[in-house]
């Protein structure tokens, strides 16, 4: 680990002292440091990492990226690193933590363990959208690691969601909304709205609808090498489409269609870490809370 970049979004409760200490720890081990630009502006505000360098672009010259924040943040990491290959792991300074999975008192252990290489890398499946539209209204990121969402927008109505697999008509939704999951963001708005819990590693997607008006219309796993398209026609002239936390609004009756990105982001997992230890620690499955008083 000789080139770091670290990214981040906010400066809230003690993620400054969590910069500070993680920068020095890297810095001992000799590393070179960069830090996001507009990161590091919040930063040098406060007086900290004015003497490194920023940086806007990724490339495969970065041996690693470090996400100071959330699970959302992790995913604003991951439009950064794209296809270049950098893997990355989350220190989590948010609430569940289900991609940013590093406690924020483990830091000496981890940038130890990062240096001698010690982990295993975690490849996550994305998936790309493309619309019917010559206009690119999301821009170069046109991928997602954990869902693609439509929903309605500027409207208290249901949509129709026309939804093909493989250009054949699976059915037409009536629905706040439709959301097509990996298998990472199964454990997101996916299992909010009903959707399973799947293992990382399952060759899948969700197809899970938003409060939909027939009670019957029930989560789908398929295989996902299924390419999906999506119509949505309703009351308002446009409708929402997401790509994790970036989100885009698209004329009516626009054809989405949903498939296997033809890359993966890898996501760093320490020793004693993974998936079934998340889940289990984040769902407090096995553990009797009923005694416990919430604070």
């Known amino acids: 680990m000789k080139k770091v970049a670290i990214y981040g979004r906010y400066l809230h409760d003690d ?3 969590i910069c500070k200490e993680l920068i020095t720890l890297l810095k001992n081990k000799n590393c070179k440091v960069l830090v996001e630009s507009n990161f590091h502006v919040l930063l040098k505000q406060n007086n900290v990492a004015q003497d490194l360098p920023s940086f806007d672009v990724l490339d495969t010259s970065y041996d690693i990226l470090i996400s100071i924040g959330g699970d959302g943040t992790v995913l604003r990491a991951v439009a950064h690193i794209g296809k270049v290959g950098i893997p990355v792991i989350g220190i989590n300074t948010g609430r569940l933590g289900f991609l940013a999975t590093l ?3 483990q830091l000496l252990e981890a940038v130890e363990a990062l240096h001698k290489g010690a982990y295993t890398l975690s490849k996550r499946k994305l998936i790309t959208l493309m619309s019917s539209q010559e206009e690119s209204y ?4 046109n991928f997602a690691l954990n869902e693609v969402t439509v929903s309605r927008m500027n409207t208290t109505s249901m ?6 697999l493989n250009n054949e008509l699976l059915t037409v939704y009536w629905a706040d909304g439709l959301i097509i999951s990996t298998p990472t963001g199964s454990t997101g708005y996916s299992l909010s709205c009903g959707g399973p819990v799947i293992s990382p590693d399952t060759e899948a997607f969700v197809i899970t609808p938003i409060a939909p008006h027939n009670l019957n219309a029930r989560p789908l796993v398929i295989p996902d090498h299924t390419e999906i398209k999506i119509k949505v026609s309703g009351r308002e002239e446009a409708f929402l489409a997401s790509l994790d936390n970036r989100s885009a609004s698209f004329p009516n009756e626009t ?6 990105a033809d890359f993966t982001i890898d996501l760093i997992e320490l020793k004693g870490q993974s998936f079934i230890k998340t889940i289990r620690e984040k769902l407090l499955w096995g553990e009797d809370r009923r005694n416990k008083t919430i604070k």
Do not use: R, S
Request: hydrophobic share 35%.
């Open 15 to 17: 993620a400054l002292d």
């Open 103 to 105: 406690p924020k008192n």
């Open 138 to 141: 999301l821009g170069p990121h």
């Open 159 to 164: 949509i129709q969601i026309e939804t093909k």
């Open 255 to 260: 054809v989405l269609t949903l498939k296997k």
